[in-house]
């Protein structure tokens, strides 16, 4: 049930020790289980010190102001649109500034899937940081977990948190990869969107974006698994579902919408991208 002292405003859900036993026998929550969860507004004179660390990985958001966290053998500084994710059995010490108190968002997660989800953060015990450019979809995740174990802590609740939990910790890792605004990375990408009807050439964006050809291919693998050339083939190839399902247009309209001078060779690549022709796409059972 939810604590209401310590901090002005503050929210804090404790599932029951038994009730996490037991959800962690039962499939979905036994991969990922939310244990504790809060928010903590303004949070002066807050401080948490685990010399040995705890069973359970921790996710802290800080939504404004600052702290700071010791983690291991390395101390940082942690300012909003920052997480702090402390694996398990991590020694740490953590707290608020005194001068600028942070805000923070934050849970607790157990399971067997926690391991893994944290490693494709790319988090450890001397990494523990990670930007966050979408604070506002972290901090609506957050609240749905702790409004949702506020209301109740069934099975089925307990799934539902595990579910907003699951996406907290993917989004964060999208968002660690994608690029910002004006990243080279990002304007190339902005430049293949918008001419899905032309074949582009590497060195050329290379070039318009600031960057060696070889350098844009290792950003591009990095994040969308493949290069500059197959992920402009697949915004195209997007952009002509689309016009096959939502449009009379006739095959050979829709690749020449998309720069493809010879419908057949059109024909081919989607047919290879797809597993099956435009036209066997379009006649496909719809659901």
Same mark, same amino acid.
């Given at each position: 049930?939810?604590?209401?002292?310590?901090?002005?405003?503050?929210?804090? =859900?404790?599932?029951? #020790? %038994? $009730? +996490?036993?037991?959800?962690?026998?039962?499939?979905?929550?036994?991969? @990922?289980?939310?244990? *504790?969860?809060?928010?903590?507004?303004?949070?002066?004179?807050?401080?948490?010190?685990?010399?040995?660390?705890?069973?359970?990985?921790?996710?802290?958001?800080?939504?404004?102001?600052?702290?700071?966290?010791?983690?291991?053998?390395?101390?940082?500084?942690?300012?909003?649109?920052?997480?702090?994710?402390?694996?398990?059995?991590?020694?740490?010490?953590?707290?608020?500034?005194?001068?600028?108190?942070?805000?923070?968002?934050?849970?607790?997660?157990?399971?067997?899937?926690?391991?893994?989800?944290?490693?494709?953060?790319? =988090?450890?015990?001397? #990494? %523990? $940081? +990670?930007?966050?450019?979408?604070?506002?979809?972290?901090?609506?995740? @957050?609240?749905?977990? *702790?409004?949702?174990?506020?209301?109740?802590?069934?099975?089925?609740?307990?799934?539902?948190?595990?579910?907003?939990?699951?996406?907290?910790?993917?989004?964060?890792?999208?968002?660690?990869?994608?690029?910002?605004?004006?990243?080279?990375?990002?304007?190339?990408?902005?430049?293949?969107?918008?001419?899905?009807?032309?074949?582009?050439?590497?060195?050329?964006?290379?070039?318009?974006?600031?960057?060696?050809?070889?350098?844009?291919?290792?950003?591009?693998?990095?994040?969308?698994?493949?290069?500059?050339?197959?992920?402009?083939?697949?915004?195209?190839?997007?952009?002509?579902?689309?016009?096959?399902?939502?449009?009379?247009?006739?095959?050979?309209?829709?690749?020449?919408?998309?720069?493809?001078?010879?419908?057949?060779?059109?024909?081919?690549?989607?047919?290879?991208?797809?597993?099956?022709?435009?036209?066997?796409?379009?006649?496909?059972?719809?659901?």
């Amino acid at each position: 049930m939810p604590i209401q002292e310590g901090f002005r405003n503050e929210r804090i =859900v404790v599932v029951p #020790r %038994p $009730l +996490v036993t037991g959800a962690l026998g039962r499939p979905v929550t036994r991969r @990922l289980l939310v244990t *504790v969860a809060g928010y903590f507004p303004m949070a002066r004179g807050h401080r948490m010190q685990r010399p040995r660390g705890i069973d359970e990985t921790i996710v802290i958001v800080c939504a404004a102001g600052t702290g700071w966290a010791r983690v291991g053998e390395a101390t940082h500084r942690i300012g909003s649109q920052t997480a702090l994710i402390i694996p398990k059995g991590v020694p740490h010490t953590y707290g608020s500034d005194e001068n600028s108190p942070w805000s923070i968002w934050w849970c607790h997660l157990s399971g067997t899937d926690v391991a893994e989800l944290v490693e494709t953060l790319e =988090v450890s015990a001397a #990494r %523990p $940081l +990670v930007p966050i450019r979408r604070m506002e979809r972290a901090v609506a995740l @957050l609240d749905e977990i *702790v409004s949702s174990l506020e209301r109740g802590q069934s099975p089925a609740w307990l799934i539902g948190t595990a579910g907003a939990a699951w996406k907290l910790l993917t989004q964060i890792n999208v968002d660690r990869v994608m690029p910002a605004d004006g990243d080279p990375l990002q304007r190339a990408m902005s430049y293949l969107a918008d001419r899905l009807d032309s074949s582009v050439k590497v060195p050329e964006l290379a070039k318009l974006v600031g960057v060696s050809p070889s350098h844009l291919s290792a950003l591009f693998r990095k994040v969308t698994g493949g290069g500059v050339l197959a992920h402009h083939q697949s915004l195209r190839m997007a952009r002509a579902r689309q016009l096959l399902d939502g449009s009379p247009a006739t095959v050979a309209s829709i690749a020449d919408e998309l720069g493809y001078s010879d419908p057949l060779y059109f024909s081919r690549q989607f047919s290879r991208f797809h597993g099956m022709s435009p036209t066997q796409f379009r006649r496909r059972d719809a659901v």
